[in-house]
């Protein structure tokens, strides 16, 4: 089963679209290879308004967020998925303009310094000019293009738990909290009860994306949650997905089926390629990705890895360091588990 990706999307930069009586939505004009088109920022409800990740800090992106509301309407909450910039770096701005309290689970978890796959190369697998032009166009991308920056700034004013509920002083909305660690460890959805149309929606984040798959990027991001925080959505009854980046997702929960089987057809793929003995990520990622865009192998390293690392916290790999596992992204076993 393969994953039906959406890339049908029309972001319309800076404009109010009403998607239902309860729901608005601004995209922010801030697109790139992590946001897709740009960050949607949704405002739940009316009179007193919650905002949904208030996005960049881009002043003409917070006047459009402030212009979507009526007269006499205020934003009195801003809810956060997660610390990514693309998500939180607004949040100060915003709540300078409006005076919102922040809700969210907790800051961003610890990040080293040097990421450990860093030293990890293809380059016998390219030509000299592969090798120079991927180099050179790597040097040349900045920084947030190349992962997602962590925002480890952001504290909330009210720490949310799984299961709780928000809503607004007179009961015209209500969110539900669903914890979904795995893209970061803090991450939440928001599931409104009501849509204003009789729905339950989800605003997902980026756990669940109608555009791509999320990036798991260790050791914040953790593969095994992530797996455990798809199956955790299988239980919850929204009717359709509102994710942060690009469109609507309908047949949500067949959808998650579809992310939760990929995944488990590349862990198929690192077991197979195990049990014939130990190797690298250096060793497995050619041979896995061997149809795709070698450009995307530092990537995909990142993904083999983090399947690795959920390999070993269910005791089913063991690592063994050879004394070069920067440049090779360590060597792992089958513990015959
Ligand atoms: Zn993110």
Known sequence: MGISFNTEFEPRYGQRVDISPLIRRVVANN??????????????????????????????????????????????????????????????????????????FGPHGPVPDAHPLDELSFDEHFSAEEAEEFRIAWENTPDELKRE???????????????ELIGDTDGRW???VVHTPGHTSNHVC?????????????????????????VISPPDGDLLDYMNSLSKLLGCDAVRYWPTHGPAIENPKDYVRSFIEHRRSR?????????????SIKHLVPTMYADVDKRLWRAAANSVYAHLLALERQHRVIRHDDGDSSATGGTWLLTGV
């Open 31 to 104: 697109p790139n290879p992590f946001t897709f088109t740009g960050t949607g920022v949704y405002l739940i409800g009316r009179g007193s308004v919650a905002v949904v990740d208030p996005g960049p800090s881009l002043d003409d992106h917070l006047d459009a967020v402030e212009a979507a509301l009526e007269p006499g309407e205020r934003i009195g909450r801003i809810l956060v998925t997660h610390t990514h910039t693309d998500h939180t770096a607004g949040v100060d701005k915003l709540q300078a303009r409006t005076g919102a309290p922040t809700y969210g």
């Open 267 to 279: 862990e198929k793929q690192i077991v197979a390629a195990l049990v014939e003995g130990p190797t």
């Open 149 to 163: 920056g962590p925002d480890h700034d952001f504290v909330p004013d009210k720490v949310v738990t799984d299961g």
């Open 174 to 176: 209500q969110v539900e």
């Open 190 to 214: 928001f599931s409104l009860v009501d849509d204003g149309n009789g729905d339950r929606v989800l605003f997902t984040g980026d756990h669940v994306m109608g555009w791509a798959t999320s």
